[in-house]
């Protein structure tokens, strides 16, 4: 081929070995090389090399798990990228897509939900502990098996609070007990343990197999040892009752957690296992968050401190300082988010109802959305988008350089998870009363269990998804179901598949 005879390529008034201006062309973009493309024949070759096209692809974020050797034109691979990535964004800002409830049997109040890459776990009034994953679409949910035997007297006790990650579940349940499953492994549950008091707060590591439990004034921390067995690494004795706890990603060696008990933020390391990150007397802490090298909370000041209002602090965990005081608000601030913001910035969510963007090397609020009618209750940021959700249970997506609602939806209770990626959102609405008064909610009554039970929302936006499929499964009604009373009526016209 021509590329097979070019061995020397002119360079204005000088010959180049090929690989020599094969570097040159790597410190171009990509209007640059279609320039270069028009120069000459020579240049068009050596602007459309493979290595080139491949390095472009892999620096934007496409096809990362790829060798070159894997396509046969990196240039049309990068643009079908491209043209995917549009079309992904066109279809979350008009809401184009898949929209499906997952379901599970009557009789069951929603008490937590997370979810990590598409796998959602929920636990249930029931002490059921349930997992789906969003990205085969095929609802089955299995039920985790609980430690308890079928054959145990009474009603098992309600689950507190689930997490799950990449290969961990774990759920934590009313009566002080803790269960952890392996995801690999099955259903059965690969470790147990046992608290004496209700527990506060439970946290698991993002990527690594390590658990952390706050009950009374004791914190537990357990992960396996080098032959797999779980097994307690540390064990710390506050003074306070712990509100938040977070387990810091990609520590090497033993686990290290950071809790938040009333007024005091604690850095708990094995072998320092009292150290104190933050404490003002008096000013309690209202949300927790933190990322491998920073942790960052919202503080509650009173009266007396007129002028220092309340606001948004950032500290690094290596050096223990306070790097930033953000934010001025008159309410409280409920929920922050740094984990899976844009590098250098934080979206968080407040009493005041806003959701404010702030940019972590200059303190600035780059941005404040007048998000919902009552506090705001849980928020997510990329780098074009904000999804915020509220305690009146509205769900809003968000332009976040135009600083404009898209859309928006609504269930009855407060939205208590948000979690999206670049083409799929998931959201629930978890009730905060889970023994309604006034109905019997064992009884197989589908309309008031409708409304007190919650409900868990997964989005599809991939660019597949057909514009009648984003109508709501509520509106869906094939008018073969009995149940549902009101609850499915088809709102879009009968017989249209037909």
Known sequence: SFQNEINEVPFFDIQLPYELALKIFQYLGKTELGRCAQVSRTWKVLA?????????????????????????????????????????????????GAVSQLQYELGKVLCD????????????????????????????????EPMHSPGDAGPQPHVSFVRINSSLAVAAYEDGTVSIWNLLLGREPTHHYQHNQRIQALALAPEA????????????????????????????????????????????????????????????????????????????????????????????????????????????????????????????FTCVNLHNSPPNMVVTGNKDRRVRVFDLRSSESLCSLYAHQLGVSAVQMDDWKIVSGGEEGLVCVWDQRMGTKLWEMHARHPVRHVWFNSHSLITANIPDEKTPRGSNILDDDFTMHSKHRGVIQAYEFSAGRSAADSVLPICRSSYAELTGYSYNIGLTVPYDDI
């Open 48 to 96: 459309e090399d493979e290595v080139l096209w491949y390095r472009l692809c892999q620096q934007e974020g496409y096809l990362l798990d790829m060798s070159i050797s894997d396509r046969s034109c990196w240039k049309l691979a990068l643009k079908s990228c491209r043209v995917g990535e549009r079309m992904l964004k066109t279809n979350w800002k008009n809401r184009i």
């Open 113 to 144: 939900v997370h979810s990590s890459d598409g796998v959602v776990i929920a636990g249930y009034t029931s002490g059921e502990v349930r997992v789906w994953d969003t990205c085969t679409w095929d609802y089955i949910a299995p039920v985790l």
């Open 209 to 332: 197999a390590a658990v952390a439990t706050a009950s009374g004034c004791k914190v537990k921390v357990e992960s396996p040892n080098d032959r797999g067995f779980w097994q307690t690494t540390a064990t710390f004795e506050i003074q306070k009752l712990v509100n938040f706890l977070k387990l810091i990603p990609d520590v090497m060696g033993s686990p290290v957690t950071v809790a938040a008990a009333e007024d005091i933020v604690y850095l708990l390391k094995a072998e320092d296992p009292g150290r104190i990150l933050h404490s003002v007397y008096g000013q309690p802490v209202t949300c927790l968050d933190v990322s491998a090298r920073e942790a960052v909370f919202g503080v509650k000041t009173f009266g007396w401190l007129l002028n220092e209002p309340n606001q948004i602090l950032l500290y690094n965990l290596e050096t223990s300082q306070c790097l930033r005081k953000m934010g001025n608000s008159i309410g409280d």
